[in-house]
């Protein structure tokens, strides 16, 4: 088949199912076109493996002090350059596009009546799950920002619901390591002398910060880095504990990986709120409305959790793409549910 794949270039959890599906489908004899969206190209890097990659303008939002900056974000909004990028975007020879919420490729695939596929965390919102941070605004913006014809969520659990719809365990293939008293931080939408300040008063661990700097520097027990997806990846196998945002990717994969998870939604975000009160009801980390020293002092304290054994997610989707009558994704669902319960139980 040829196949369009969209990634929403805004939050690494997009880029990181990309890396996980994309690679299955083109071992399965899949021509996969891939086209990033909403990220600038010299803040994109560590994506060899799904090389050659296009980068277009797309969407995204601007953020302040850990919120998000409504006025920055319109002022940022360049529409008829989005438009025109849905335009000339050629589908003729395409078979199927997937958008991992990237706007281009699926309103692309809308406009000129091509098959599409939404596989993504923001897919999960379109089914009864934890939600807050919701009005109309966040409504229409989730339906309407990235639509597909067929729309596959991907969440931690499946909430237990009587009939199970297509929402699927997180993509992710990483091996756990643990070095005690190290603490990954990844907190892209906070002021770095907030974070330097929230965990300076903790002198027994070992913090490693990711941020926006030009090269690494450390202070006794604080440890500064650039972003670098392999650098990073260390660190999150050798870490005890992850202090991150309410994204969804990297908690996925600290949770399958047994890492004690503190996260700090960014306010203003439907999407991260609501996956702080799904970590809240499922009692499988800690939450911080801000950043605070003294719930960091209390979930320092707590014992470790079990990790969460994920099956190969992304490889079962492949095969199930591959098929290409794109049905059953019901029965997969629960298949990928029974397996990941039963380990875990």
Same mark, same amino acid.
């Given at each position: 088949?040829? &196949? @369009?794949?969209?990634?929403? +270039? !805004? ?40 090389? =050659? ?12 002090? +850990? ?30 596009? &997937?958008?991992?919420?990237?706007? @281009? ?14 596989? +993504? ?9 934890? *939600?807050? +941070?919701?009005? *109309?605004?966040?409504?229409?913006? *989730? ?6 014809? &067929?729309? &596959?969520?991907? #969440?931690? #659990? #499946? %909430?237990?619901? *009587? ?43 070992? %913090? #490693? ?16 880095? =650039? ?10 196998? !050798? ?63 707590? =014992? ?35 397996? !990941? ?5």
């Amino acid at each position: 088949m040829n &196949i @369009v794949y969209g990634i929403q +270039g !805004t939050g690494n959890g997009h880029l990181t199912r990309g890396l996980a599906l994309i690679p299955k489908l083109r071992s399965l004899g899949n021509n996969v076109r891939v086209i990033i969206s909403g990220r600038k190209k010299d803040r994109i890097f560590g994506l060899e493996q799904i090389e =050659p990659y296009e980068i277009v303008e797309g969407l995204s939002f601007e953020t302040s002090k +850990g919120r998000i900056n409504y006025l920055k974000s319109f002022k940022s909004l360049h529409l008829f350059k989005y438009l025109n990028d849905v335009r000339k975007l050629d589908l003729g020879n395409v078979d199927l596009v &997937i958008t991992d919420f990237e706007p @281009v490729s699926a309103w692309a695939a809308k406009i000129k009546k091509v098959q599409s596929i939404g596989i +993504g965390h923001q897919y999960a919102f379109y089914y009864d799950i934890p *939600m807050a +941070g919701e009005n *109309m605004i966040t409504k229409f913006i *989730m339906k309407n920002f990235a639509p597909a014809k &067929i729309n &596959i969520g991907v #969440h931690w #659990h #499946h %909430f237990d619901q *009587m009939i199970v719809p297509p929402i699927l365990p997180p993509l992710d293939n990483n091996d756990n390591q643990s070095t005690p008293g190290k603490i990954l931080v990844y907190l892209p939408f906070e002021e770095l002398d907030d974070i330097l300040q929230l965990v300076e008063p903790f002198n027994d661990y070992q %913090f #490693h910060i990711y941020c926006k700097i030009d090269k690494s520097r450390s202070y006794e027990n604080i440890h500064l880095n =650039p972003f670098s997806r392999s650098g990073f990846n260390s660190d999150l196998l !050798t870490s005890e504990k992850v202090i991150c945002n309410a994204g969804f990717e990297l908690p996925s994969e600290a949770l399958r990986l047994g890492k004690k998870i503190l996260m700090k939604p960014l306010i203003g975000q439907m999407e991260q709120l609501s996956n702080a009160a799904a970590f809240n009801q499922l009692k499988w980390g800690s939450v911080m409305d801000k950043l605070d020293q003294d719930i960091v002092k209390e979930w320092i304290s707590e =014992p470790s959790i079990k990790s969460v054994n994920y099956p190969d997610t992304a490889k079962a989707v492949a095969k199930w793409i591959n098929s290409k009558t794109y049905k059953g994704i019901d029965k997969l669902s629960s298949r990928l549910w029974e397996e !990941t319960f039963q380990k875990l139980f």
